[in-house]
């Protein structure tokens, strides 16, 4: 067999810092390249094959991974907060990290990370590249309500953004000026085109070949709809990458960490490592779930009694990551099971 070699790979914007090694430890090469597919190539070609490749996950990684894949033998992506020897090393510089990666993955000590595919990640950019639409318009929406209050324009809060509502008030309210009438239908003009592309880029997702089955086979637990489904789809990838309902849980951000010394066990808030994607969506959909879900409303009032309403939400979107995880993985429709009926057999 031909030997193996191993490559640490340290990614940033502008340059890539490199190390190569073989099985035994002995250093072969070192250095660093432009961050460019032309300067990959060439570099490729220098190297000793066959041999595999580590990086850290970073933003800029997705691109070098799709570029390199085709020539490793094997290629990982390293879980940064996993790698506690590189963030606390006393010396520390590009060349040190790449070295280090390397040393990971040729003693098979890499605490490698989920990469999802090349189309799942191409469609989750366009879903998170939606999110921030709705953000962006949410704060126009706040900016019209605000130039309004500045001069002093009585309005009704409900009705403001409604088209038939905003015309009139800028035509009959006389405490509206022309340079205020002209923010403000800047602002109405922003948000009716955010509104029209954020439309457009759901129905692409909703009705792509890859994820329309499964979004279907989602939405049919009670108070998913579309955005949680796509959501839990494009950010969950494989969900066979879960072995339990519970690791779902946890990817979700729906669980505190646990810290144990002895006989002591603290459970502490809420845990930072997590989607937050999938969690702020996920908790929003078990806000709205009560009342799409006579099963759901009870564990919700069931959790109030015990504790309080956040920790019922929390409850709540947890039985939601339980459903989506079993539809998910059965392939098949979510089936409300009559109580009474189940009770009797």
Not at 158 to 181: G, M, Q, V
Request: hydrophobic residues 40%.
């Amino acid at each position: 067999m031909e030997p193996m070699y191993y490559i640490g790979l340290d990614v940033h914007k502008r340059k890539i810092s490199y190390c190569v090694k073989d099985a035994s430890g002995q250093l072969h090469s070192e250095g660093s390249l432009p961050a460019a597919r032309f300067d990959l190539d060439c570099w490729m070609k220098t190297l000793p094959r066959p041999w595999s490749a580590a990086m850290e996950a970073t933003m800029f990684t997705g691109w070098i991974y799709d570029h390199l894949k085709p020539h490793a033998a094997a290629l990982k992506v390293a879980h940064p907060l996993m790698l506690r020897a590189i963030a606390a090393a006393k010396k520390k510089n590009d060349r040190i990290d790449a070295n280090k990666i390397c040393d990971c993955l040729r003693c098979d000590f890499l605490p490698e990370c989920y990469r999802a595919s090349t189309a799942i990640r191409e469609r989750r950019r366009t879903l998170r590249y939606r999110n921030l639409l709705m953000r962006q318009m949410v704060q126009m929406k706040i900016k019209t309500g605000s130039l309004l209050m500045e001069a002093g324009v009585s309005y009704n809060k409900e009705r403001l953004h409604k088209a038939a509502y905003f015309r009139e008030l800028l035509a009959t309210n006389p405490d509206i000026d022309d340079s205020l009438r002209s923010l403000l239908r800047q602002c109405r003009e922003m948000v009716v085109r955010l509104s029209k592309t954020e439309n457009a880029l759901i129905y692409s997702l909703q009705h792509d070949r890859l994820l329309a089955e499964r979004v279907e086979r989602l939405m049919s637990i009670p108070a998913i709809g579309p955005i949680t489904a796509l959501t839990w789809a494009l950010e969950i990838g494989d969900v066979q990458r879960f072995s339990s309902a519970k690791k779902a849980v946890s990817y979700c951000g729906l669980c505190g960490a646990e810290k144990s010394s002895g006989s002591t066990v603290r459970r502490t808030p809420l845990s930072k490592q997590r989607n937050k994607h999938l969690q702020t969506t996920l908790i929003e959909a078990a806000k709205m779930a009560p009342r799409y879900s006579p099963s759901l409303a009870r564990l919700y009032d069931r959790e109030k009694q015990r504790s309080n309403a956040n920790r019922a939400t929390l409850a709540v979107a947890r039985k939601l990551v339980a459903y989506l995880v079993a539809v998910d993985r059965g392939k098949t429709h979510f089936l409300v099971r009559d109580r009474e009926s189940s009770v009797a057999a």
